[in-house]
């Protein structure tokens, strides 16, 4: 498991907040002097006990609470490896989308769009296909799924930036 935010996980410092407290508010009984006792109605120890219990799990429930909050705060996910396939002489079938928006003009971004994509044609092996898709606010299939590499290429090669 691994956290998106693992800098929130220092807020389970904040899970000893409710302990102490319970510890500084724990009920003292006060020593009063009174005359007689024959007014005073008996408390038993049963119902002594079972606000104990009932103050312990109250403090346990919002030990969870904060938890819960702070393994919400710190996102948790969980990585699974990834799965080689079965054969990896296997034919692919892949398909490479390239963005063709106006803002890929900056620079040199477009240029390098297309060398990176050549070089991915290059590195296909035999008997892999693939399509290309160029998309900016819409998709727009340039090649179908093909293992042809200079039909890929020219495709690549005729990809201009659009709305």
């Not at 038993?44 to 969870?64: C, E, G, T, V």
Request: aromatic share 8%.
């Amino acid at each position: 498991m691994s956290f998106l935010n693992p800098f929130f996980l220092i807020g389970s410092v904040a899970l000893a907040i409710p302990v102490l407290i319970h510890l500084v508010r724990r009920e003292k009984s006060e020593i009063v002097p009174f005359s007689s006792l024959m007014f005073l109605l008996k408390v038993p120890k049963r119902s002594i006990r079972q606000q104990k219990i009932k103050n312990l799990l109250l403090m346990a429930l919002r030990l969870l609470i904060l938890a819960l909050l702070v393994g919400a705060f710190a996102r948790p996910y969980l990585t699974q490896p990834a799965k080689p396939s079965a054969d990896p002489d296997r034919n692919r079938s892949i398909i490479l989308m390239l963005d063709n928006s106006y803002s890929m003009r900056y620079g040199t971004n477009f240029e390098r769009l297309k060398a990176e994509a050549v070089s991915r044609i290059d590195a296909m092996r035999a008997g892999d296909r693939m399509a290309l898709l160029a998309f900016n606010d819409s998709a727009m299939p340039l090649a179908i799924p093909t293992s042809d590499k200079n039909a890929l290429k020219a495709a690549v090669a005729a990809l201009e930036p659009s709305y």
